[in-house]
């Protein structure tokens, strides 16, 4: 099984519908990402949680909410999708120490029409 | 100025030879680089690490750093078609290390 499992794998939604997409992980790690990625921009950072109580938004969070339910849990909502938030949706864990870099589940491909 | 910066590319090679990918960053204390590998619709994959001055190889790979120059080069020997892929420069934020900046990326293609 793989370290960091994100479900679903792709999806097709409608605009103003709302999704969950969720992650966990079994590698133990306290931090949690959620990243997308567009072509041309890279991976940006959405919310980011370093333990259960910790929630934190990242540079473009609008739109977008996350619950970290367990150390190994954080699921990541569009409460009303929009076709500009189609993208590649990846999470991602590390250790605290940042000499570790990031562990990333599989990816969820969605599409919003 | 965005953190990290990439070219985009495509860099294309033919197989067997060296290729050469460049990163610079903006952040003059950064301390620690990485170097990811992600082929088309998958996950990015940690490949390299590099936190000193000079160069830090593994197999086919050799990371290169120079800090006074703000930059980070990756080299690919004997380049397989199997190399074709996107590679990703990233540096951790060091005032809070609360995140990764990363570039968006080389597209790389092996020519059989």
């Known amino acids: 099984d793989a370290d960091v499992t994100q479900t679903p794998r792709n999806r097709i939604t409608k605009t103003g519908k709302r999704i969950m997409l969720e992650c966990s992980q079994t590698?133990?790690?306290?931090?949690m990402y959620w990243y997308r990625q567009d072509p041309g921009l890279g991976l940006r950072l959405i919310y980011y949680s370093f333990d259960v109580k910790d929630i934190n938004k990242g540079e473009i969070s609008d739109g977008y909410s996350v619950s970290r339910q367990a150390q190994a849990k954080f699921s990541l909502s569009l409460e009303s999708a929009i076709p500009n938030q189609t993208a590649l949706y990846f999470c991602?864990?590390?250790?605290?120490?940042?000499?570790?870099?990031?562990?990333f589940g599989s990816g969820t491909r969605l599409t919003v029409v | 100025q965005k953190e990290v910066e990439q070219n985009s590319g495509p860099l294309s090679v033919p197989e067997g030879a060296i290729a050469s990918l460049n990163c610079t960053y903006s952040d003059r204390v950064s301390q620690s680089f990485f170097w990811y590998r992600q082929y088309s619709g998958k996950s990015p994959e940690l490949i390299m690490s590099?936190?000193?001055?000079g160069d830090k190889e593994d197999g086919r790979f050799t990371a290169q750093l120079n800090k006074a120059s703000q930059y980070v080069s990756l080299l690919i020997r004997d380049s397989q078609p199997s190399d074709s892929a996107t590679y990703l420069c990233a540096v951790p934020q060091e005032d809070t290390g609360n995140q990764f900046y990363f570039g968006t990326g080389t597209s790389l293609t092996v020519i059989p």
């Open positions: 590099i936190y000193s001055n």
């Open positions: 590698k133990g790690h306290d931090r």
């Open positions: 991602a864990t590390s250790e605290r120490s940042r000499a570790y870099g990031y562990t």
